[in-house]
């Protein structure tokens, strides 16, 4: 089983859409918890941690369920600009900086 | 201006050639890391450095040897190059030497390397 898993998509949807995207993590030990987003071709960049208690940041939601080890990441009002692959990340283990990476899940927004 | 500046940006070499990356960040961070992320997308680290000293590496082969000069330099040097070591490799970098909420990756805009 790998430590983060995600499913690859593609998902695609309309423009205005909302989409929801989850992972889950295998180690219960895990501290942190991020969103990376990559566009093609291009480096991952954050896009947002996510706390227990849930955040948001504008267009996007992201929650974390400690119970059940899965996060999840909510793209309200999908622009064209939104496709890109998102990245679900934990840190491993707490304070080894060892960050592991699921293999992402592509989104793409149609008008 | 950039932050995290790897080079070269493409890498086309023939099997069992030596080659090397380098990686220069300006953030003034602490840590800094390899990672590669092969055909099917998946990221994964490969070394880490904090202030010049080797803090994580992984189960990688010992044909890849990083060198870490100063905190903020680490390069990377693949001897004896396989197929199997196309991918794309990102250098990152980090202020602490836990990546944590307070300190994210930033992310060099990767090197591509194409064994033949």
Redesign the interface.
Known sequence: RKEVEQD?GPFNVPEGATVAFNCTYSNSAS??F?W?RQDCR?????LM?V?SSGNEDGRFTAQLNRASQYISLLIRDSKLSDSA?Y?CVV?RVS?????I?G??TTLQVKP | DTAVSQTPKYLVTQMGNDKSIKCEQNLGHDTMYWYKQDSKKFLKIMFSYNNKELIINETVPNRFSPKSPDKAHLNLHINSLELGDSAVYFCASSHGAVSSYNSPLHFGNGTRLTVT
């Open positions: 690859p501290q942190s991020f990376y291009k480096e991952p960049k954050l941690s706390y692959t990245l840190n304070n080894t900086g060892k960050l990476f293999q992402g």
